[in-house]
């Protein structure tokens, strides 16, 4: 411990002090979703006018963007965005915040390879171990390639992080940084408990039909998600698995419910796999040091490959929209970027390569505008819409009416499977405009 007490308090600096490696013009990479470095950017905020041209990227950014609050004008300080969830969608679609595309698979290889390497890369962890570790806590991602592109390597050590086990690359060493600063103490951003709507539980329990014992689950991001694991919860199943990239507080209630046991994993026996965490300050107080949970880095997590090999996995996530060829927008509306592609066409590809897996994408049938109720299922995306999984991936989509196939069926087939989940209001148009679009035959059935 002593030897790696001395490095420690030898790269030890205040948060200003860190603050002052950043010269104008540089990239910073702040550390994604909840380890994003909210101390240091509110001290960067105070060099404003000494900096020009600082470009910050993170991924959903759930704190204050203190530098984008200071300058408003974007010359100082300009963000991009992995994944515009959290505090990014705030900022989002103005010249303060950019977006940038990617499949949250390949994050640590884009860092390693395609990205403009960071001059200085910021990342929260806990503090260090008496082996002269830090560990990530609620996010591993691609911090790990993020270190070994940098050239400047800082960790804002806070004690409320939760010490989350591995897993791979889920931790650094004293060796691997070149200044530590200890936060001010800050809580880390916890959300709120979410309750699942009447749609998002009929959705869930039509997904609730096809899950069986042993199977493996991954939930997505949102609402009906988030309803199917508190659905599994309440149900028979048992010796259930966890491979995801998120783990949410879905997880726990499986958990706590005696519904995982990782027995039948094919791989990563007994572990509860994931790659970050989002959610209540009571899940992170159940992943804190817990040892049926391992984190990963996002490219083992998310690789369709690794994915595929898990047998019976069940992949659930959610869209904004989807039009009758079996395209899926999950990100967007029209070109306002809402959201990103992050894990989910990784999934729906791993999803359908395992062995009896199944891949579910859900949406509410409907969506209602300043009063205004449209159609979820469109005939065509709405245009500027980003395709966040292409029409050859796409396996099952499930709203409140049922769930539609669409691998392995061909445009009329997928017009009618999806014309008979749609809301009964809009088949009609619906039907209309597929035989316009000439994916309707005379012979379909109605459901
Ligand atoms: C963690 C994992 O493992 S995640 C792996 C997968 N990753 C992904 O799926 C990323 C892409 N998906 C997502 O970001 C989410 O699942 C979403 C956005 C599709 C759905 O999430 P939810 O929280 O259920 O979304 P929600 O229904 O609140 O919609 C988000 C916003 O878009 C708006 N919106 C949604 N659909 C539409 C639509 N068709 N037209 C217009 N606005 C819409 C909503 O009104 C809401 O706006 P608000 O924030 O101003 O209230
Ligand atoms: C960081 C990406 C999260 C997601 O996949 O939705």
Known sequence: MNNFMEEYKRKLVTVDEAAKVVKSGDWVEYGPVLNCAVDFDEALAKRKDELWDVKI???????????????????????????????????????????????????????????????????????????????????????????????????????????????????????????????????????????????????????????????????????????????????????????????????????????????????????????????????????????????????????????????NFVSINAAVEMDLFGQICSESIGTKQISGTGGQLDFVIGAYHSKGGQSFVCLPSTVTIKGNVSSRIKPTITPGGIVTDPRTCTDMVVTEYGIAKIKGQNTWQRAENLINIAHPDFRDELIKEAENMKIWRRSNKRG
Not at 165 to 182: K, P, R
């Open 57 to 311: 990227r993170t991924a959903i950014g759930p704190y204050t963007h203190y530098t984008i609050e200071a300058d408003p004008s974007g010359e100082h300080f300009v963000w991009s965005s992995w994944h515009q969830a959290g505090q990014d969608r705030k900022y989002a679609n103005s010249k303060n915040l950019y977006f940038c595309p990617m499949n949250l698979s390949e994050l640590p290889q884009m860092t390693r390879q395609d990205a403009i390497p960071s001059d200085v890369f910021v990342v929260q962890t806990t503090p260090m171990d008496k082996h002269g570790y830090f560990n990530f806590g609620l996010s591993s991602l691609h911090a790990i390639a993020a270190i070994e592109t940098a050239k400047i390597v800082i960790f804002e050590v806070n004690d409320k992080m939760p010490r989350c086990l591995g897993g791979n690359q889920e931790c650094a060493h004293i060796s691997q940084v070149d200044y530590v600063f200890e936060s001010k103490g800050k809580s880390v951003a916890a959300l709120p408990a979410i309750h699942p709507n009447e749609v998002e539980e009929k959705i869930a329990g039509f997904i609730l039909e096809r899950l069986y014992n042993g199977c493996c689950i991954q939930l997505g991001i949102g609402g009906v998600p988030n309803a199917v694991g508190k659905m599994v919860a309440q149900s028979d199943l048992k010796d259930l698995g966890v491979h995801t990239e998120m783990y949410a507080d879905a997880y726990v209630d499986m958990s706590k419910a005696g519904k995982i046991t990782g027995a039948c994993k094919n791989i990563d026996k007994y572990k509860q796999v994931y790659s970050f965490a989002m959610g209540t300050s009571e899940m992170y107080d159940f992943i804190d040091e817990n040892p049926g949970l391992a984190s990963y880095s996002i490219d083992y997590t998310n690789d369709p490959a690794v994915i595929a090999q898990i047998d």
